[in-house]
């Protein structure tokens, strides 16, 4: 279940958990809070990024459905205006802007139906069918740590969010001031509507196939299972090239076959080339864990992975490199990004595969599984004197 505010024309990633998720819960019985996207959202004018508010009355301590929208100021005009000036060279505006208005012209009195009556009409316009519930956030339903989401305040005005990267979302789409400040992120839904129209449900919804460079199956255990559950199909890659001798290379990839096959997950094998790694990570033989020598052993892993991800039809990259610890989330992230970026079309999923719970699930499965858990990175810079 992922919980949600409700939210006047709400940010993109608010759809997207929308499209993305069975189960959410607009919740009703919380209190109203000032200052967040309850009543007000983004736009992007030809001057940059800017808020627009839905002014209410005697706010402060009342229930979200209670709220009245504020009529004797004109600010729906206001509004209406700024939005059209804001998007009337974008390529739908034009055929939505008389029903998106005639909502506002309506007057609703609370925000709470203001929002709803928005909220559905744009459901529509783009496609997201969703399982969006509303009402009072029944007592005891709610853990997190049964893997739910409490987005309510993580949806936020002034707190950027990781909600689309960790979605495999969040890459750009066309704005009609793109030349002028590049690809602008964190705005209404308006303006992915306007801008993409009914093309907007293919920017918000997860791609299915995502290619999962793995590293061993203690990294892979929690995130297998966790994509498997958040309905997509991943395809192990196992591209190791880094891991000597060859019997702990066999160990690490028997284990790993065997738990993909008990999930059901297909894997793809790259050749073990490990002269060709020691060339790529030539003169960096002296550098520490963490340093040079592993970012360059990550960028020769990741683009093999992208290079079939390209040549395979994936959209995505992830790994799971960075579910240990040990290593440096910045690093890999630097190398999936540059790996993708020599491809065409691949996207790399940034996703910190830590948190949600993924570190504890990983513990507990490594024991489940009795895995083979080993004691050193792979390479024979990563061995102490001892195991050499
Ligand atoms: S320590 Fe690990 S990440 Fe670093 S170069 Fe060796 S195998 Fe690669």
Request: with cysteine; glycine share 8%; aromatic share 6%.
């Given at each position: 279940m992922v919980l949600l505010s409700t939210a006047f024309c709400p940010p993109v990633e608010y759809f997207a958990v929308l499209a993305g998720y069975s189960s959410v819960y607009i919740d009703s019985g919380e209190n109203y809070q000032k200052q967040t996207w309850r009543n007000r959202c983004r736009i992007l004018t030809g001057s940059g990024p800017q808020d627009l508010c839905v002014p209410v009355v005697h706010s402060s301590g009342r229930a979200i459905t209670e709220i009245q929208v504020e009529y004797t100021t004109p600010w729906v005009v206001k509004f209406e205006r700024a939005v059209a000036s804001a998007y009337d060279s974008s390529p739908f505006f034009e055929f939505y802007r008389d029903e998106f208005f005639a909502i506002l012209d309506s007057h609703p009195a609370t925000l709470w139906e203001l929002n709803r009556?928005?909220?559905?009409?744009?459901?529509?316009?783009?496609?997201?069918?969703g399982g969006a519930v509303e009402g009072e956030l029944p007592k005891g339903e709610y853990s997190s740590s049964a893997g739910q989401l409490d987005l309510r305040d993580v949806i936020h005005p002034k707190r950027?969010?990781?909600?689309?990267?960790?979605?495999?979302?969040?890459?750009?789409y066309w704005q009609v001031f793109r030349e002028r400040f590049g690809f602008t992120p964190g705005l209404s839904v308006l303006d992915l509507l306007f801008n993409e129209g009914s093309d907007s449900i293919l920017w918000l919804q997860r791609p299915k196939k995502v290619l999962l460079h793995a590293c061993c199956a203690p990294c892979s255990g929690a995130?297998?299972?966790?994509?498997?559950?958040?309905g997509y199909q991943p395809v192990v890659f196992w591209s190791n090239s880094n891991?000597?001798?060859?019997?702990?290379?066999?160990?690490r990839e028997n284990e790993l076959l065997r738990y993909a096959k008990k999930l059901g997950v297909p894997v793809v094998e790259d050749d073990?080339?490990?002269?060709?790694?020691?060339?790529?990570?030539?003169?960096?033989?002296?550098?520490?864990?963490?340093?040079?020598?592993?970012?360059?052993?990550?960028k020769t892993r990741l683009l093999r992975a992208a290079e079939y991800a390209s040549r395979?039809?994936?959209?995505?990259?992830?790994?799971?490199?960075?579910?240990s610890r040990w290593k440096s989330l910045e690093q890999v992230?630097?190398?999936?990004?540059w790996a993708c970026s020599r491809v065409e079309g691949v996207q790399w999923w940034p996703r910190n595969w830590r948190k949600g719970g993924l570190q504890e699930r990983r513990a507990q499965i490594i024991k489940e599984q009795g895995f083979y858990n080993q004691t050193f990175c792979g390479c024979e810079f990563s061995r102490t004197r001892e195991e050499l």
């Open positions: 009556l928005i909220t559905e009409w744009i459901c529509r316009k783009i496609g997201v069918a950027p969010n990781t909600i689309l990267a960790d979605m495999g979302l969040g890459r750009p995130v297998l299972e966790r994509l498997l559950q958040e891991i000597t001798p060859r019997e702990e290379y066999d160990l073990y080339d490990h002269t060709a790694w020691q060339n790529c990570v030539k003169g960096l033989e002296k550098e520490p864990e963490r340093g040079a020598r592993c970012l360059e052993c990550f395979n039809g994936f959209p995505i990259l992830a790994t799971t490199l960075a579910s992230d630097e190398a999936g990004s």
